[in-house]
C-alpha cells in the first residue's frame, strides 16, 4: 500500500508541462492547416473571380450551353483545389496517426514508469513496516531486560549486605559458618554457604549477561532508529516519485487522447476530401459530355443566328435605301421649293424697281440635310456596363465573334425607354437569341439611317408605330441568350452595327 500523506497533490508543473508540449504541436499543426486552408480558399477565389468572368464572354450564347461550360469550368478549376485538399489531408492524416502512435508509446511508458514506482513505493512501505515493528520489539525488550536488570541488581545488593553485614534478626552467612556447634553442623553451615555463593555468582552472572544483552538491545535499537529515519525518507521520495509519474501517466494518456481524437478527425478529412474529389471528377465526365451536346447545337443555333442577323441586315439595307431615296426627294423637293421661293422674292423686287419702289426679297435659308448632334440618342436605361461593343473570344466555340452592342447590368423588370423618337419596325421573340427584342428605326440622320435595338426583355409594351424620346416600350429581363439580368442595346447605321457611345 501507498504510506498516506495529508494534503498530497500532483505535480501541477509536470502535467501542465506535458500537456503545454501537446497543446503546442497540436496548435502548429492547426496553424499549418490553417495557412494551407488560406493558400485553398485563395485559389477558390481566383477561379471563382475567373467563372464570373465568363459570364461576361459567354452573353448572347444559348443558356444550355453556358451552363454546361460554366459547370465544366466550375470542375475544371474546383479539381485542383480539392486535389490539394486531399494532398493535405492525407499528408496531415499520416502527422495525426504518427503523432498518436508517439503519444501511445509516451503513455505506456508513464504507465510503466508509474508502476515500477508504484512498486518501488510499497517495497519502501514494506521494508518501513518491518523496520518499525523491530524498533518496537527492540524498545519493549529493552525496557524489560532493565526491569529484569534493576530487580537482579537489587537482589545481589541484599544478598553482600546480608552476608558481609548480617541483619538484626537473621545471622549473616559468616556467622553462620562459625557459629556451629559440631562438625555436622559445620558442614551443613558450609553447604548452605556455598549454596548461597552459588546463587549469588548465578545471579551475577545473569546480571552480566543480561546488561550484555541490554548494551546490544540499545546499539541493535540505535541502528534500527537510523534505519527507519532513513526509510522514511526514501519513503517520502519514492512517494513524491510516485506521484509524479502518476501526473505524467495523466497527462500521456490525455496526449493520447488528443491524438487519437486529431488522427479521427484527420481519417473523416481525408475521407471527405478523397469523396468530394471522386464526386468532382465523375461531374467533369458528365459535363464535358454534355458539353459536347450543347456545342454541336449551339454551332447550329449559331448557323441560324448568323443567317436571321443577315436577313435582318438586308431588311434594314433595304430600308435605308428607301428612306435615303425618301431622304433625296425630300431635300430635292425642299431646295426645288427654296428655289422657286428665290425667283418670286427676286421677280417681287424687280417688279417694284420698276415701279420705282424698293423691295428687299426674302432669301430662305439654305436646306441642311443633316442637323443632328452627335449625342443624339438618349440612355434607354441607366446601369453598369458589364460588356462593351467589340470582338470578343468564345471560349467554347474557339472564335472571335462581334459583341454588336452595349450591356448594361440593370435588375430585371428595370422600365426600358425609347432613345429618340421613331417608329417600332420588329417586337416579339427572336429564335436567334435575343429573346424578346424591339427594333425602332429612327429615320436618316448624319447620313444614315439610324435604328436601335432592345434586347432580353422580359416584357414589350410599344408593339408598333410611332413612339417618342423616352416613351416606355418595354423592360429589362434575360430572355434568350442571356446568363443574367441586363439590356443590350444596339445601334445600326444602315443595317451595320455600331457602337453605341458614338451616338450617346
Known amino acids: 500500500m501507498w504510506p498516506v500523506r495529508p494534503s498530497s497533490t500532483p505535480s501541477a508543473r509536470a502535467r501542465w508541462t506535458a500537456l503545454g508540449a501537446v497543446l503546442a504541436c497540436t496548435l502548429l499543426l492547426a496553424g499549418a492547416l490553417g495557412a494551407r486552408a488560406d493558400d485553398v480558399a485563395d485559389q477558390k477565389r481566383k477561379a471563382d473571380r475567373r467563372i464570373a468572368a465568363l459570364s461576361q464572354q459567354l452573353e448572347g450564347t444559348s443558356a444550355a450551353l453556358a451552363k454546361a461550360y460554366v459547370n465544366l469550368e466550375k470542375t475544371r478549376a474546383a479539381i485542383p483545389v480539392a486535389q490539394q485538399r486531399l494532398a493535405e489531408s492525407q499528408a496531415a492524416l499520416a502527422r495525426a496517426q504518427q503523432a498518436q502512435a508517439q503519444a501511445e508509446a509516451t503513455e505506456a511508458r508513464a504507465i510503466a514508469a508509474e508502476a515500477q514506482a508504484r512498486a518501488h513505493n ?16 527492540a524498545a519493549d525488550k529493552l ?28 545471622e549473616s552467612q559468616l556467622g553462620m559458618v562459625f557459629g ?13 554457604a556455598d549454596t548461597a555463593s552459588a546463587v549469588a555468582s548465578d545471579t ?33 521520495a519514492a512517494l513524491r516519485a510516485a506521484e509524479a ?27 471527405a476530401a478523397r469523396a468530394d474529389l471522386d464526386s468532382l471528377n465523375s461531374k467533369q465526365t458528365a459535363f464535358a459530355a454534355d458539353l459536347k451536346v450543347q456545342r454541336s447545337d449551339e454551332r447550329a443555333q449559331l448557323a441560324e443566328a448568323e443567317r436571321e442577323a443577315a436577313r435582318l441586315k438586308a431588311i434594314l439595307v433595304e430600308r435605308a435605301r428607301q428612306a435615303k431615296l425618301a431622304e433625296q426627294k425630300r431635300l430635292a423637293k425642299l431646295k426645288a421649293e427654296r428655289e422657286a421661293r428665290i425667283r418670286a422674292e427676286r421677280a417681287k423686287a424687280a417688279a417694284a424697281a420698276r415701279n420705282g419702289k424698293t423691295y428687299t426679297p426674302k432669301i430662305p435659308a439654305p ?47 428595370t422600365p426600358v425607354r425609347a432613345a429618340a423618337p421613331g417608329t417600332v419596325i420588329r417586337a416579339g421573340w427572336r429564335a436567334s437569341g435575343w429573346g424578346n427584342q424591339v427594333l425602332i428605326d429612327h429615320g436618316i440622320h448624319r447620313g444614315v439611317d439610324l435604328v436601335t435595338s432592345y434586347n432580353h426583355l422580359s416584357s414589350i409594351v410599344a408593339w408598333g408605330g410611332t413612339v417618342q424620346r423616352g416613351q416606355l416600350i418595354g423592360y429589362s429581363g434575360t430572355t434568350g441568350y442571356s446568363t443574367g439580368c ?17 451616338w450617346l
Request: net charge negative.
Open 180 to 192: 556451629s556447634t559440631s562438625p555436622q553442623d559445620f558442614a551443613d553451615r558450609l553447604v548452605m
Open 367 to 413: 436646306v441642311q440635310s443633316d442637323p443632328t448632334p452627335s449625342n443624339y440618342l438618349s440612355y434607354p436605361a441607366y446601369g453598369r456596363t458589364t460588356s462593351g461593343f467589340g470582338m470578343r473570344w468564345h471560349p467554347v466555340l474557339q472564335k472571335w465573334m462581334l459583341h454588336d452592342g452595349l450591356d448594361w447590368g440593370i435588375a430585371c423588370g
Open 122 to 137: 510499497e517495497a519502501v512501505a514494506q521494508k518501513l513496516a518491518v523496520a518499525q515493528a523491530n524498533e518496537a520489539r
Open 143 to 170: 525496557k524489560k531486560t532493565g526491569t529484569e536488570l534493576a530487580s537482579s541488581q537489587d537482589a545481589l545488593d541484599a544478598y553482600a549486605a546480608e552476608v558481609f553485614q548480617g541483619g538484626a534478626v537473621t
Open 486 to 502: 441586363h439590356l443590350h442595346f444596339g445601334v445600326y447605321e444602315d443595317g451595320t452595327p455600331v457602337n453605341p457611345r458614338n
Open 245 to 271: 509519474a502518476s501526473a505524467v501517466a495523466t497527462t500521456a494518456r490525455e496526449e493520447a487522447v488528443v491524438a487519437k481524437n486529431n488522427a479521427v478527425t484527420a481519417t473523416s478529412n481525408a475521407a
Open 204 to 236: 551475577i552472572d545473569r546480571l552480566a549477561a543480561m546488561t550484555a544483552d541490554s548494551t546490544a538491545t540499545k546499539a541493535y535499537l540505535t541502528s534500527v532508529r537510523a534505519e527507519v529515519a532513513e526509510l522514511k525518507r526514501q519513503a517520502e
